[in-house]
């Protein structure tokens, strides 16, 4: 078990980057433009991929490097691309009418992260692991779940969307890497190949909504209902 | 022979689709998806009587087949071949001549992946399976490229993707707990987590089930996680609604099932099945309140299917081996008639032009076999005798009395009977009600579109007259696999 004998070097490198990915959750959750949402999203891949080269480092998984280089290149290059050259022709830049405040959106997020914080601090005293970087690593995953929910519900922009479900698998990526670093490498390589299917069939559909809906703003799909 | 007959059920949909594309002919492209599905389904025909107690595992352990796999994928091959069918009829109606191959390439993919996905043996893989299911699915529901079939769409990939990614957590969960028991490497097969199960701290193991319940539970279309159903099952074209329902949910369904006996292995108390019955009765309410008020005709069927698999979660939530054997058999059951009454229900759509309940009128004079099959199919799916679902769901509630939950089953028969008349008092509008301006609707319906109707009906009848002592023994064996857990009266704390 890699998170047991950890040296104190490495757990607190594994903590900022689990907090700092948290932060940048709570970036997109609180900005309206559209562009800074993606950066954000970019950078928390970038940040996971590093976190994933320092688990295979201290944990002595050398598969994990390979892992590290494709979250980078999927999820913090080409995944942001994608979205960008989707951005780019739907001329939408932001959220124009928002369900709820970026301001309330981020005190409701502060509320969801304590749920977290309470979840995984009462199964880390159960494993009896509290104060490890285990508990943080499950708060972290089971708040960016909730932030990512959270972006779901309260933006109707069909990229705002994609967004969201993208935030939802950065979580459980996250926490996966620290929580169990042995896990298969074939099923890590199909999930990540999994995701650039989702995104080009989220692509295609967005234009199709563009082009026989004649918006991607959720609010206006409201047809089908009863 | 059991590993040869896998191989065809995955090569034939597999085969057809590289056909399809290399072709590119519209009407050669219906046949080859034809052929594919009678292949698949006389393969998967097959299946069951060759598994029987002990699993067969393939491909170095990340392809299973047990008695369970096999029941789910006999289902799934019987609703591809009727729908396949059904769209040699229907799919010429919609006008659509040039996409033709691109439907039919995707229609084998989609039956390819709920074929594949009960197989699957690492919980990993099988997660990978249901995804793909919904990817492919979307473009099917697309395909009429009406403003409502994309927001279908959208809703569909939305909803369901959110949903699954809560599945992949309590994956990533299970997979947690069992690297304390086992190390941190190995391979996620069911019968290595029910290994471990015992050994797992029971608040993770019951955190990873509630997740992957809720997941898998969207997928499956219980409620309150149904929302994308009616409006998926709906706008789609019929065959796909067919296959959605009869095929996809039941796929969804099996990962549930077999995560609950890994939890059963545990020990870990009576919160997970209590929980799939709680989901089981409010998706039991959710559609008795939304079919007594219905006026969409496929929506309509839509909702029954949320009923269905409330009822199918209730036997599984009940468990033990009535539970288990009332579960599956109204699997097959349901897979039969859900066919049916959308085959019906896209014909009429498509020869009164109108998808409201409203719009149809005196079905049974204008279109007599057609209407005589749906009339019984409506019939059937309410859970009349003489047809299979009285039996199944007879047994499950059987299975609820001898519950500590008995409660539920008392609840359950309440709500049948309010669906009950509720949904025949549609089909009674559809069929006896003068309307006030006749549009004199005549016509008649493709032999193509009629038959599947027929081929579901009868063993739907037969079902339901005679349950053979063979099946039951199989039943009995899938329940003792799966680990003999029930909500028995007593045995809960």
Same mark, same amino acid.
């Given at each position: ?27 997109? +959750? ?7 949402? +993606? ?169 199709? +909504? ?17 | ?65 047990? #008695? ?24 010429? @109606? ?8 691109? &439907? ?100 993770? !193991?019951?955190?990873? &089930? ?102 199918? #979660? ?13 579960? @599956? ?59 299979? !679902? ?15 939950? #008995? ?15 509720? &949904? ?70």
């Amino acid at each position: 078990m890699l998170t047991a004998h950890l040296n104190p070097l490495a757990a607190s490198l594994f903590s900022l980057i689990a907090i700092a990915s948290l932060l940048l959750a709570f970036v997109m +959750l609180g900005s309206r433009w559209l562009r800074h949402y +993606l950066y954000a999203f970019a950078a928390e891949s970038w940040l996971i991929g590093i976190l994933s080269a320092a688990v295979g480092f201290y944990g002595n998984y050398p598969e994990l490097y390979l892992i590290a280089i494709l979250t980078v290149v999927f999820r913090g290059g080409l995944l942001p691309y994608l979205i960008f050259r989707i951005i780019r022709r739907l001329h939408v830049s932001r959220e124009v009418h928002e369900i709820l405040q970026p301001s309330s959106g981020l005190v409701i997020g502060a509320l969801a992260v304590i749920f977290a914080l309470g979840v995984s601090s009462r199964i880390g005293a159960e494993l009896g692991m509290s104060g490890t970087v285990v508990v943080l690593a499950l708060t972290v995953m089971l708040s960016m779940k909730l932030l990512g929910f959270l972006m779901l519900a309260a933006r109707h922009e069909a990229l705002s969307h994609i967004l969201g479900l993208l935030v939802l698998e950065n979580g459980i990526f996250l926490g996966a890497q620290i929580l169990v670093p042995g896990m298969p490498l074939l099923i890590e390589i199909v999930i990540l190949f999994d995701l650039l299917i989702v995104v080009a069939c989220f692509g295609l559909l967005v234009q199709y +909504l563009m082009t026989h809906v004649g918006t991607t703003s959720s609010l206006e799909l409201r047809r089908l209902v009863g | 022979m059991v590993g040869v007959l896998l191989l065809v059920i995955a090569l034939a949909p597999a085969l057809a689709i590289l056909l399809i594309i290399l072709a590119g002919r519209p009407s050669l492209s219906a046949w080859l998806n034809l052929i594919a599905s009678i292949i698949a389904f006389v393969a998967a025909a097959v299946l069951p009587l060759l598994v029987q107690s002990q699993a067969h595992v393939y491909w170095a352990g990340y392809i299973i087949i047990d #008695a369970l796999g096999a029941w789910v994928v006999l289902c799934a091959a019987i609703v591809y071949l009727l729908a396949s069918i059904y769209a040699v009829g229907y799919m010429p @109606l919609l006008d659509e001549e040039e996409r033709l191959p691109v &439907f039919y390439a995707l229609f084998a993919g989609f039956a390819l992946t709920t074929l594949l996905g009960p197989m699957m043996n690492n919980a990993g893989l099988y997660w990978i399976a249901i995804e793909l299911t919904t990817l492919v699915s979307t473009f099917l529901v697309a395909f009429e490229r009406a403003a409502e079939s994309i927001e279908a769409a959208w809703k569909y990939i939305i909803v369901v993707s959110g949903g699954i990614s809560l599945a992949l957590l309590g994956t990533v969960l299970f997979y947690w707990g069992g690297s304390l028991v086992i190390g941190p490497s190995y391979d996620m097969t069911w019968a290595a987590l029910r290994d471990a199960a015992p050994h797992m701290n029971p608040t993770l !193991l019951i955190l990873g &089930f509630l997740l992957v319940l809720i997941g898998y539970g969207t997928k499956a279309g219980l409620a309150p996680m149904h929302t994308w159903l009616p409006d998926a099952h709906s706008e789609g074209p019929t065959p796909v609604s067919a296959l959605l329902s009869g095929a996809l949910l039941n796929t969804a369904m099996i990962g549930i099932i077999r995560y609950l006996s890994v939890v059963d292995a545990a020990g870990a108390g009576p919160l997970p099945r209590i929980t799939l019955v709680a989901l089981g009765i409010v998706s039991l309410i959710v559609a008795a309140l939304f079919i007594v008020r219905q006026e969409g005709i496929k929506r309509l069927m839509a909702y029954s299917s949320v009923e269905h698999m409330g009822v199918i #979660a209730l036997g599984v939530g009940f468990g033990g081996a009535l539970g288990i054997a009332g579960a @599956l058999y109204h699997m097959i059951n349901h897979s039969l008639n859900k066919s049916l009454m959308f085959f019906g229900a896209g014909s009429m759509m498509r020869s009164y032009q109108t998808k409201e309940i409203g719009g149809i009128h005196l079905v049974s004079r204008r279109f007599p076999v057609v209407g005589a099959l749906w009339l019984a199919g409506a019939v059937a799916i309410t859970g009349a005798p003489p047809f299979g !679902l009285f039996a199944s769901e007879l047994t499950i509630l059987r299975a609820g009395l001898e519950t500590k939950a #008995a409660w539920a089953a008392f609840v359950m028969a309440g709500l049948l009977i309010i669906i009950f008349i509720g &949904f025949l008092n549609h089909f009674r509008i559809m069929y006896y009600e003068t309307p006030e301006h006749d549009n004199g609707v005549e016509g008649s319906v493709s032999a193509w579109c009629t038959l599947p109707m027929w081929l579901a009906l009868l063993p739907l009848l037969g079902l339901g007259l005679w349950w053979p002592e063979a099946v039951w023994g199989y039943f009995g064996t899938i329940a003792h696999a799966l680990g003999d857990g029930a909500l028995v009266a007593g045995s809960t704390p």
